[in-house]
Nanobody, 115 residues
Framework: QVQLVESGGGLVQPGGSLRLSCAAS????????MGWYRQLPGQGREWVAS???????NYADSVKGRFAISRDNTGKTVYLQMNSLTPEDSAVYYCQALIRGTNYWGKGTLVTVSS
């Protein structure tokens, strides 16, 4: 079974940085793409960034220029470098992986931006 495990969340002051990681395991097939989403309590899940196999990356307008998504050489670990964080970035961040047309999700890691 495919498992995605996020790490790196926590409390950071406004203007600070965090780096999230997500490691995939248990997949028999190639991961087509990986991404990050975030969700506030009572709200829907919002797409943040995606990294498609082949190097293409895309970002939501709200994080463009501040966040950077990348994957390691194995393609099984995805990172999200978050800079210039604001309180509006506070959310549970979820890792996503697309494998043979199916989306898989991690359990999330909490990011809180507060002074």
């Amino acid at each position: 079974q495919v498992q995605l495990v996020e790490s790196g969340g926590g409390l950071v002051q406004p203007g600070g940085s965090l780096r999230l990681s997500c490691a995939a395991s248990g997949n028999r097939f190639r991961i087509s793409g990986m991404g990050w989403y975030r969700q506030l309590p009572g709200q829907g899940r919002e797409w943040v960034a995606s990294d498609v196999s082949g190097g293409a990356t895309n970002y939501a307008d709200s994080v463009k220029g501040r966040f950077a998504i990348s994957r390691d050489n194995t393609g099984k670990t995805v990172y999200l470098q978050m800079n210039s964080l604001t309180p509006e970035d506070s959310a549970v961040y979820y890792c996503q992986a697309l494998i043979r047309g199916t989306n898989y999700w991690g359990k999330g890691t909490l990011v809180t931006v507060s002074s």
